[in-house]
């Protein structure tokens, strides 16, 4: 069912019909009520390629009635999806983006689809979801406790001279309002939000999943990776396999992940699979005496090669040697030491497209 002949159709930059910035053309797809498989996602590392990466490419996609994913092509580094719900003329937004001009595109998308935000939900301090959130003005902004406390510790993230090439803007740290730590219920208009908290470091040490239970969308933040490598470095690998029953007990009709095409719970079992791969792969390098660095590069990927942003492997590895040394679940560690040996990996920074 296709909801986008009412839409209007945006004038190009400079005409004189509003203040906004990120006018564009988008539309509305209907994504299945019931995934089945997805095909392996098959991306060329780092190639500046043929695929549509703009703001323009974004695409507002119906999850259920009332429940949208805005979807970033092609979901690699600091290029993530939001959510929305409608909420009787206004909208309950799930997630910001890593740049001003990102987040102008999705507020204009949402604003034509909705209406205007009053609530945003954070699903964790990363910037590729949190760096428009002062775009959202005079919207309350949800998160986890530790990410308000993570991201006032950390502030803005450009991560100069590690990822190169996204297209900033200006940007402002404006953190969560609302903290919770285990869940909390937001209400859309009828429509009703649980807030979920896995209970222990996954992706993140403060990872947040928006569950529908009536409409059974589950926007899964970066617990869910769908086409690129899982990132755990920042989290747990051990805990983010846990925090995946949480996903699977949920039995969603549809996932919205952090990054990549909707799907169904068998691009869990992808995630879930490839952290096996990295414990399994970080107990031969370990066992070998082998570094992280080391170990990535003795490493065939085999099935895993499909996934895009390979060089995640070296900071998952990183992470993964800390929990065989016992490392308790989000434990700190030298994440420059990681960032660095990742760099040598992939022969120097690794460039962005957001
Ligand atoms: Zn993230």
């Known amino acids: 069912m296709h909801e986008n002949a009412s839409h209007p159709v945006r004038h190009p930059a400079g005409a004189a019909d509003s203040g906004r910035t990120g006018h564009r053309h988008y539309s509305i797809r209907a994504t299945r009520s019931l995934p089945g498989p997805d095909p392996p996602v098959l991306r060329a590392r ?7 990466r703009s703001p323009d490419a974004a695409s507002v996609e119906r999850l259920a009635d009332g429940a949208y994913g805005y979807v970033q092509p092609d979901g690699s580094w600091f290029i993530n999806n939001c959510g929305f719900v409608d909420a009787d003329g206004h909208a309950v937004l799930i997630d910001t983006c890593a740049t001003e001009r990102r987040t102008r595109a999705l507020l204009a998308a949402v604003g034509d689809t909705s209406g205007p935000v009053t609530t945003l939900v954070n699903t964790h301090h990363h910037g590729d979801h949190t760096n428009g959130n002062y775009l959202v003005a005079g919207a309350a902004v949800i998160g986890h406790r530790k990410t308000r406390e993570t991201m006032l510790a950390e502030g803005i993230q450009r991560y100069e001279g590690v990822l190169v090439g996204n297209d900033w ?17 937001v209400y859309a208009g009828p429509t009703r939000i649980d807030l979920i908290h896995p209970g222990h470091a996954a992706h993140t040490t403060n990872d947040v999943l928006a569950w529908l239970p009536e409409q059974r969308v589950l926007y899964a933040g970066d617990l869910v990776f769908n086409g690129g490598s899982p990132f755990a470095l920042m989290g747990s690998v051990a805990g983010w396999r846990d925090a995946l029953n949480v996903l699977r007990e949920l ?21 879930d699979a490839y952290l096996e ?6 107990e031969t390098g370990k066992a070998a005496g082998r570094s992280p660095l080391e ?3 003795a490493t065939d990927l085999g099935r895993f090669a499909e996934l895009s942003e390979q060089e995640r492997l070296v900071g998952n590895l990183h992470r993964a040697y800390a929990e065989l040394g016992g490392a308790e679940c989000g434990a700190s560690l030298d994440l420059v030491a990681a960032m660095t040996d990742m760099l040598a990996w992939n022969g120097g920074p690794v460039r962005c497209f957001s």
């Not at 791969?277 to 970080?282: D, G, I």
Request: with cysteine; proline share 7%; aromatic share 4%.
């Open 46 to 52: 780092h190639s500046g390629g043929v695929i549509d």
């Open 169 to 185: 803007g200006r940007l402002e740290l404006r953190v969560p309002d609302v903290v919770f730590d285990d869940t909390l219920t």
């Open 295 to 297: 170990q990535a590069k």
């Open 277 to 282: 791969f990295v414990q399994r792969t970080a």
């Open 251 to 271: 039995d969603p009709a549809v996932i919205l992940p952090g990054h990549g095409p909707a799907c169904g719970l068998e691009r869990v079992d992808v995630v």
